[in-house]
């Protein structure tokens, strides 16, 4: 199955999820665990909360994995728009918390503004968007083709020229400048919307 095309591999995924193989659960669980962790890490930018939205989108695929279709994307896709999802709800969720209770001892605040240092709704709104244009870029790099990702690596990382990254590549300058220039209109779509594709608000909310 490992050698298998990914969209062949996304619709047997889907089936054995669908009979309700628990070993098809774990595989799903080992490819793209890291992947959900660090995108709910980047938007939560809290280890406890990022595990928990990583229990809750597993545990929605394994519900219902029907909720995936194939037509509209790749299955790490579908795994990533969930994991954004679910994290930008629960950080909603928290800023929502801190504003009822600014004292943090239970009491009700007043007004619109978060007990996180002091941040209106628009503040909370702003950081939402930064968070997830940060995670949706993080996504978009490690989902390139590598030649594009090492080409981004080696210019925005490592401070290397075109002519620098060129010679480390191996390749020749025009290469490197096509690289670059793919890798940056990738790189430009971070800030497009996701697809509305993931869990229910608030799935999970027991685990």
Same mark, same amino acid.
Request: no cysteine; glycine share 8%; hydrophobic share 40%.
């Given at each position: 199955?490992?050698?298998? +095309?990914?969209?062949?591999?996304?619709?047997?995924?889907?089936?054995?999820?669908?009979?309700? /193989?628990? %070993?098809?659960?774990?595989?799903?669980?080992?490819?793209?665990?890291?992947?959900?962790?660090?995108?709910?890490?980047?938007?939560?930018? *809290?280890?406890?909360?990022?595990?928990?939205?990583?229990?809750?989108?597993?545990?929605?695929?394994?519900?219902?994995?029907?909720?995936?279709?194939?037509?509209?994307?790749?299955?790490?896709?579908?795994?990533?728009?969930?994991?954004?999802?679910? +994290?930008?709800?629960?950080?909603? /969720?928290?800023?929502?918390?801190?504003?009822?209770?600014?004292?943090?001892?239970?009491?009700?605040?007043?007004?619109?503004?978060?007990?996180?240092?002091?941040?209106? %709704?628009?503040?909370?709104?702003?950081?939402?968007?930064?968070?997830?244009?940060?995670?949706?870029? *993080?996504?978009?790099?490690?989902?390139?083709?590598?030649?594009?990702?090492?080409?981004?690596?080696?210019?925005?990382?490592?401070?290397?020229?075109?002519?620098?990254?060129?010679?480390?590549?191996?390749?020749?300058? *025009?290469? +490197?400048?096509?690289?670059?220039?793919?890798?940056?209109?990738?790189?430009?779509?971070?800030?497009?919307?996701?697809?509305?594709?993931?869990?229910?608000?608030?799935?999970?909310?027991?685990?």
């Amino acid at each position: 199955m490992a050698n298998d +095309a990914p969209p062949r591999w996304d619709r047997r995924m889907q089936q054995r999820l669908a009979r309700g /193989e628990a %070993a098809a659960l774990g595989e799903l669980y080992d490819r793209f665990a890291s992947l959900v962790h660090n995108l709910a890490h980047r938007v939560l930018e *809290d280890e406890e909360a990022a595990d928990r939205v990583t229990r809750e989108v597993f545990g929605y695929a394994w519900e219902n994995p029907d909720a995936y279709d194939p037509q509209q994307g790749s299955l790490r896709s579908w795994i990533a728009t969930l994991a954004h999802r679910q +994290a930008v709800h629960r950080l909603r /969720e928290a800023e929502a918390r801190a504003a009822a209770d600014p004292a943090g001892d239970g009491t009700a605040g007043e007004g619109a503004v978060a007990a996180r240092g002091g941040r209106t %709704a628009e503040d909370i709104e702003e950081r939402i968007r930064e968070a997830s244009v940060a995670a949706r870029a *993080d996504y978009i790099v490690t989902s390139m083709p590598a030649p594009l990702r090492a080409a981004l690596e080696l210019a925005y990382f490592d401070r290397r020229d075109y002519r620098q990254t060129a010679a480390e590549l191996g390749v020749t300058e *025009d290469e +490197a400048r096509r690289r670059l220039r793919l890798g940056l209109q990738l790189l430009s779509t971070a800030r497009a919307p996701l697809p509305e594709a993931g869990p229910p608000p608030g799935y999970g909310r027991a685990l």
